[in-house]
């Protein structure tokens, strides 16, 4: 037992969790929620929530091998905004965690009904959930290990999914619908911007909701071997891969088949794979997602519990969740988030079917605010350093400070897309009330504990003994 992380994750581990957490159900079945909305235009959406994504990443590794800790992000808001940013990014990553994690068990389910339909669903997620938490409180290589296998079989699966869509787009394979599978297909059914400009933009909250979970690299600074290396290659390589695979994985689906077909004949991923000859196609696609599913799950754990170690080392979470154990586990917080999850399975009988886009802008609004906060933490952290100080980062964010500047303006543009769009508006509200509540609960009661504890700590040195200094130590 002891208080302290051990650095056992290699630069291998860290480029495919950041590259796991962010494809999965947002790729496999958000992507067809999003091509809905905005048809073929789709694609530069998720170009454009790409390089956005890019310089916020940036932003987070110049500040994560500047000041590599466990809470990253949480952290730095705290340390460069205000200690009630701090506690507002924090608890909200660990809200978009739990979100995506329901969401993740409960697809698991499902997915594992396509096999076993005569079994409750709800054995399958808490079965999964023991499994995974088992995983979490091994040492943090074997969660590693885990990642990287689990995320290989995904992009594995994407790969052979584009190039079999080329193959299919050259040989002209016709799948269940009845146009050719062409590139005309991308602006002959309506045009490219199909759902005009408004369904341009309302397919930013799907599209947003996709990319969420890449932001987890900054959590592995305190674990990484050498997060001054492995840091700034992840981040600077991972963004242009995840783009370079939803980019070419939608225009791929919208050219082989019209985009008013999409989500009416099954999967589009399944019909790729038939047009091939693929008559297994189903069952494959289904350990494909099972795969995506466990692997979100695996990474929510780790995410959501990091966090809360690094909030309860701050003084904004209970002190319990700092316990480590021998292999260099917070296992208290992998513990409370099993037993959020379990909540889960009571969710699995309560939930109705059109819950994705709820989740799916719930989580957009969680996930933007981290974006926006790791945004300006930042570029306060730049102001506060001098020029000889800059000077000697070993990272920079590019284009500055124009980059950073738009960047920022960009994530207030999707919140606002939040509440354009009727569909995901009760998400903002959930957001607003979400925020006044922990505001409220840090005004009355974590900061004044806080002030208590300083107060007790500037006491202690007046007395002498073993107290005292048992005083200082719990009060730190």
Not at 132 to 141: P, T, Y
Request: hydrophobic fraction near 55%; charged fraction near 10%; proline fraction near 4%.
């Amino acid at each position: 037992m002891g208080n302290a992380l051990h650095r056992k994750l290699g630069a291998r581990h860290i480029n495919f969790l950041a590259l796991g957490s962010a494809i999965g159900t947002g790729l496999f079945y958000g992507a067809a929620e999003a091509i809905k909305q905005a048809g073929p235009s789709v694609i530069l959406a998720y170009m454009i929530g790409g390089a956005a994504i890019y310089m916020v990443m940036r932003a987070l590794g110049e500040m994560v091998v500047h000041e590599p800790v466990s809470s990253s992000f949480g952290h730095y808001a705290a340390e460069y905004l205000s200690p009630l940013a701090g506690f507002l990014t924090g608890w909200t990553y660990v809200l978009e965690m739990v979100i995506v994690a329901l969401a993740d068990i409960t697809a698991f389910g499902i997915y594992m009904s396509f096999w076993f339909p005569d079994t409750p669903q709800w054995i399958w997620v808490l079965g999964v959930v023991v499994i995974i938490c088992g995983l979490n409180l091994c040492h943090v290589r074997i969660f590693g290990e885990m990642e990287f296998w689990l995320t290989l079989v995904k992009v594995t699966a994407i790969v052979a999914m584009i190039v079999g869509g080329v193959a299919i787009l050259f040989a002209g394979i016709k799948l269940n619908g009845n146009s050719a599978p062409s590139l005309g297909n991308l602006v002959n059914h309506g045009g490219f911007f199909a759902n005009g400009i408004q369904g341009f933009i309302a397919s930013f909250a799907v599209v947003m909701f996709a990319y969420g979970g890449i932001e987890i690299i900054g959590l592995t600074g305190s674990e990484a071997q050498q997060p001054e290396k492995a840091i700034p290659k992840a981040i600077s390589v991972i963004p242009a891969r995840i783009l370079l695979f939803y980019v070419m994985t939608i225009t791929v689906i919208l050219s082989i088949m019209p985009w008013t077909e999409i989500g009416t004949q099954g999967s589009p991923f399944v019909q790729i794979f038939q047009g091939l000859g693929i008559h297994s196609a189903a069952t494959i696609l289904n350990i494909v997602v099972i795969t995506a599913a466990v692997s979100a799950i695996n990474s929510d754990i780790f995410g959501a519990g990091r966090m809360l170690f690094g909030l309860a080392a701050r003084g904004h979470a209970p002190r319990a969740l700092t316990k480590v154990s021998r292999f260099g586990v917070p296992w208290v917080t992998v513990l409370c988030m099993s037993l959020v999850l379990l909540g889960g399975v009571l969710l699995n009988y309560l939930i109705p079917e059109q819950i994705f886009l709820l989740i799916a802008s719930l989580a957009t609004f969680a996930t933007v605010w981290v974006w926006l906060m790791i945004l300006l933490s930042q570029i306060s952290m730049r102001r506060r350093l001098s020029a000889q100080d800059v000077a000697a980062l070993k990272y920079k964010v590019p284009f500055w400070p124009l980059g950073p500047a738009l960047a920022v303006l960009f994530m207030v543009f999707v919140m606002g897309v939040l509440g354009y769009v009727e569909a995901t508006r009760i998400s903002l509200y959930v957001g607003i009330v979400w925020m006044v509540s922990l505001s409220v609960l840090w005004i009355w009661v974590v900061q004044p504990r806080l002030m208590a504890r300083k107060a007790a700590v500037s006491e202690a040195p007046r007395h002498h003994g073993p107290s005292a200094d048992l005083l200082q130590q719990e009060a730190l």
